[in-house]
């Protein structure tokens, strides 16, 4: 099933690596990395950039902060190198990182590289020679679940990453920070981010415990088996990763999980295709989950909320960069389209009362 590997593209205009710095780097510090290097790009990604390196016979994966970002906190890339080192250990699906450069003199920014996990990605459509019966698709969801599951029964402490966050009092800090980032960022008037942002302000519930958590879990995240694409061999892009309350987690993975009866609109945006026949539902998603994990799953309406909020405002940022010229990748052009749409189904949820 090679052909449904994850492919990658020529690096995007302006997101171009210094190929003779690069190369003296992993000579120096990668072992086994040899020569030529030549370097490409994965799709999709809004974030940190990320590049297939080969080194000669290595195959490497390379995470940049964007260029033009001027924002540490959300770029820091000694943080995800830090977390894979030590999660890695505990939880193989997370990449297993090999170097760490602070200098920006190499690339123009610190950088880390990590062991490519080749496989499946699932992003906005089904890779082709790539089978997906609903039966397939089903248990595909269960491991969707229970990989989340398995992550949050980590112990952060014996991991190593004790100190990786701020539980308590997490979900109040999220709630008032994203409102913040929302301020921030804003270029137009869109009412709706600012009636679901009250209404979170309103709602917030009491801590749920408190657990490694991804904070960006969704299938073009995930790397599939390729001979079994229902078995996980690999969870990416951990910048956002921290100890918090679990069931904001599941909240975010609830948010981009879109279902065949979601409006068109939304379907559009969906970060992959959560909503082929034999889909779970997003009430099923958290039911399971539950049963998984003994929490108690009956307030997820906040959490779903809360997880369109975020990414609203994620969509705004992307878009506040791309309008202040930081950069020119054409696909955020359309970014503040998905910031009316997904803060109105925020509101649409609110009111309906249901996920």
């Known amino acids: ?20 710095a690069l190369e003296r780097y992993l000579g120096a510090h990668v072992p086994g990395a040899g020569r030529p290097v030549t370097v490409e790009q994965f799709p999709s990604g809004h974030s940190n950039l990320t590049y297939l390196v080969r080194a000669g016979d290595r195959e490497l994966v390379l995470r940049r902060p964007p260029f033009g970002s001027k924002v540490k906190s959300a770029h820091d890339m000694g943080r995800e190198h830090r977390i894979l080192s030590r999660l890695h250990v505990v939880y193989p699906p997370a990449p297993k990182p090999l170097a760490y450069c602070d200098d920006p003199s190499v690339l123009g920014a610190p950088f880390y590289v990590m062991e490519r996990i080749r496989g499946v990605v699932l992003r906005r459509s089904v890779p082709k020679g790539l089978a997906l019966p609903p039966a397939t698709v089903r248990r595909l969801c269960e491991s969707f679940v229970d990989n989340l599951a398995v992550l949050h029964g980590l112990d952060p402490a014996a991991a190593g ?6 539980p308590e009092g997490y979900v109040e800090r999220q709630v008032t920070g994203w409102t913040k980032r929302w301020h921030d960022a804003k270029t137009d008037d869109v009412p709706h981010v600012d009636e679901i942002a009250a209404w979170l302000a309103a709602r917030i519930p009491a801590e749920r415990g408190a657990c490694i958590i991804h904070n ?3 299938y073009d995240n995930l790397v599939l088996d390729p001979e079994d694409p229902t078995r996980i061999v690999g969870v990416l892009d951990w910048e956002m990763s921290t100890v918090g309350d679990p069931l904001m987690d599941l909240g975010t993975a609830l948010g981009y999980w879109v279902e065949a009866t979601d409006a068109d ?15 779970m539902t997003r009430t099923e998603i958290a039911a399971r989950y539950g049963d998984q994990t003994g929490r108690d799953v009956s307030n997820m309406l906040f959490y779903f909320c809360f997880a369109l909020f975020k990414t609203a405002v994620v969509a705004q940022q992307i878009y506040y960069r791309y309008k202040q010229g930081l950069t020119h990748d054409e696909r955020f052009a359309a970014m503040i389209i998905g910031t009316r ?4 189904a925020a509101v649409r949820a609110a009111e309906a009362g249901r996920i």
Do not use: H, Q, W
């Open 216 to 218: 960006d879990y969704k």
């Open 161 to 166: 990453l004790g100190d990786l966050g701020k």
């Open 265 to 279: 609109e939304i379907r559009t945006f969906a970060f992959g295709p959560t909503y082929l026949p034999g889909s």
């Open 341 to 344: 749409l997904l803060s109105e």
């Open 1 to 20: 099933m090679t052909d449904a590997l994850d492919r990658t593209n020529p690096v995007r205009p302006g997101e171009e690596l210094d190929l003779s």
